[in-house]
């Protein structure tokens, strides 16, 4: 199997990942970016060999603007965009996840995400979980996957999975953290994600933030004791009767001092605020605890 990894280039390297897989029937591509970096997709998809137009098959493993906001332009060029079921609604009338997005991002919504355009239905396949779609010889395996949001699906394709936000953030193989935004967020359920992925026993992880991690097993439970390590104490912090903002401005001091302390800096440590920022992290385990714990 021949797998392009693309560097989307979202405001830095090593952000959000997407790639495409050769097949027999053109290129398949897994995520595609925020609006704003359509270009470069357009661009990398160019440089493989490829002309956009040839991809006639899109996956995204959710509906985070960062992982689908380019969908709708693949489905202009007459994509079929494979969506976890529960994400679908929100491609075709994309109201209500604009709106949830505005509440947290306010007035940087253009500048992070661009244009939000609805997805035609007839350009929309909602997945099932343990499907196995057939595409130009290559078949690719469908796991729902939630915790980090409750539509999401991890992909396997020949020993490889491609992990979403599922198996967490990992940049230039530092460590690896978990992506607790609002509004979903469920540990529980994201443990057995984890135990899922462990059961399948892939070769390799792909992360769309960023990029191959080998050490499937060691990544895997590193994932599960940082998410269980940051979920409890924000939940001390909560019990203590901290504020948000002070558990924020702790959380963040706890979060930059475990990358610098493995030599994460400069434009490696902006690339994880850019994929994992911290305040948000907050926000979703915060409204976790509130939901389910306290």
């Known amino acids: 199997m021949n797998l392009h990894q693309f560097d989307l280039n979202f405001f830095v390297p090593n952000v959000i990942a997407a790639y495409v897989i050769e097949t027999n029937e053109g290129?398949?591509?897994?995520?595609t970016g925020p609006d704003t970096v359509y270009e470069n997709l357009e661009r990398s998809v160019s440089e493989a060999g490829f002309s956009i137009e040839d991809i006639q098959h899109v996956f995204v493993t959710h509906i985070h603007l960062d992982h689908s906001g380019a969908a709708w332009r693949l489905a202009e060029k007459g994509a079929m965009i494979y969506v976890p079921p529960r994400g679908a609604k929100?491609?075709?009338?994309?109201?209500?996840?604009?709106?949830?997005?505005?509440?947290?991002?306010?007035?940087?919504?253009?500048?992070?995400?661009?244009?939000?355009?609805?997805?035609?239905?007839?350009?929309?396949?909602?997945?099932?979980?343990?499907?196995?779609?057939?595409?130009?010889?290559?078949?690719?395996?469908?796991?729902?996957?939630?915790?980090h949001a409750s539509h999401h699906n991890v992909y396997i394709i020949e020993g490889i999975a491609f992990t979403g936000d599922a198996a967490g953030i990992r940049i230039a193989g530092g460590p690896v953290v978990?992506?607790?935004?609002?509004?979903?967020?469920?540990?529980?359920?994201?443990?057995?994600?984890?135990?899922?992925?462990?059961?399948?026993?892939?070769?390799?992880?792909?992360?769309?933030?960023?990029?191959m991690s080998g050490d499937v097993f060691p990544h895997l439970e590193e994932m599960e004791t940082r998410l269980?390590?940051?979920?409890?104490?924000?939940?001390?912090?909560?019990?203590?009767?901290?504020?948000?903002?002070e558990i924020t401005k702790e959380y963040e001091a706890m979060s930059k001092d475990l990358l610098q302390n493995q030599n994460i800096v400069g434009e490696l440590l902006t690339a994880y605020e850019f994929a994992d920022p911290f305040w948000m992290n907050v926000m979703g385990l915060v409204r976790y605890w509130r939901k389910y714990k306290l």
């Open 27 to 31: 290129p398949v591509l897994i995520e």
């Open 228 to 245: 269980l390590e940051w979920s409890d104490w924000v939940g001390e912090q909560l019990k203590a009767g901290k504020t948000d903002e």
């Open 178 to 211: 978990p992506p607790t935004p609002p509004p979903d967020i469920h540990i529980e359920q994201w443990q057995e994600t984890l135990n899922k992925l462990r059961d399948i026993k892939p070769d390799t992880l792909y992360p769309t933030h960023f990029g």
């Open 90 to 147: 929100h491609l075709a009338d994309p109201s209500k996840l604009v709106a949830s997005a505005e509440r947290i991002y306010g007035d940087k919504m253009q500048e992070l995400w661009g244009t939000i355009n609805p997805v035609p239905e007839d350009r929309l396949r909602a997945t099932e979980d343990g499907q196995r779609i057939k595409i130009g010889g290559n078949e690719i395996r469908v796991i729902d996957s939630p915790g």
